[in-house]
């Protein structure tokens, strides 16, 4: 049973590029909640994918987009990156209509602006 | 808004001994869940245990288990027999149910970490 996973795993890029960042949800799942981990800080929440729609939105700016796919694998895009988008990127896996409402990380991808 | 707060930003534990990590949030739900979330050094979070606000009873995975004290809104969590594989940051989160059935789920509400060594 294949867990959550992330590609890549790092980046480099320069501020005022953009990036892309992929997930594909556990197996059986169909939602991905994303999140950014700042250096030393806990996950910050910010949006999540259900039916191909953004369902909720933390608070991060229109610079972070995002997208899912039919398949449930979903896309983290961020526009005219800053240096502080410097951090590890979280997908988070579950299952709408389950029970348990637990959400399944991937190992993340570590983003740095320079 | 909700907010969880750890107030211990590292702690040691020997091998063996057990220890117990705090959290308190603040809400004025009155269902919700909470989690505690290991990341190892290797980054994965890992869910250790979780709680559903309307369970009187504490939850109990193995070596690890909860105090909920939801009048006090807190949720500290014990690990015993520590080893040193528990090495990691720990953390709790706060979750709200979805507003309406067949809509998405909450989002998790994240503290900023306890980083938990464990000595030989």
């Known amino acids: 049973d294949a867990g959550v996973t992330q590609s890549p795993t790092h980046l480099i890029k320069t501020r005022g590029q953009q990036v892309t960042l992929r997930c594909s949800p556990k197996?059986?799942?169909?939602?991905v909640s994303w999140y950014q981990q700042a250096l030393g800080q806990g996950p910050q929440f910010i949006f999540q994918y259900y039916e191909e729609e953004e369902r909720q939105r933390g608070n991060f700016p229109d610079r972070f987009s995002g997208h899912q796919f039919p398949n449930y694998s979903s896309e983290l895009n961020v526009n005219a990156l800053l240096l502080g988008d410097s951090a590890l990127y979280l997908c988070a896996s579950s299952l709408t209509r389950g029970v348990s409402y637990e959400q399944y990380f991937g190992p993340g991808t570590r983003l740095t602006v320079t | 808004a909700q907010t969880v707060t750890q107030s211990q930003p590292e702690m040691s534990v020997q091998e063996a001994e057990t220890v117990t990590l705090s959290c308190t949030y603040d809400?004025?739900?009155?269902?919700?869940?909470l989690f505690w979330y290991k990341q190892p050094p290797s980054r994965q979070m890992i869910l250790v245990i979780r709680q559903e606000a309307y369970k009187q009873q504490n939850a109990t995975e193995n070596r690890f288990s909860v105090n909920f004290q939801k009048a006090a809104k807190s949720f500290s969590l014990k690990i015993s027999d520590s080893q040193l594989g528990d090495t990691a940051m720990y953390f709790c989160?706060?979750?709200?149910?979805?507003?309406?059935?067949?809509?998405?789920?909450?989002?998790?509400?994240f503290g900023k970490g306890t980083k938990l060594s464990v000595k030989p």
């Open positions: 197996s059986g799942h169909d939602t």
């Open positions: 989160a706060f979750m709200n149910p979805p507003m309406n059935y067949g809509g998405s789920q909450g989002n998790l509400i």
């Open positions: 809400t004025s739900e009155n269902n919700y869940y």
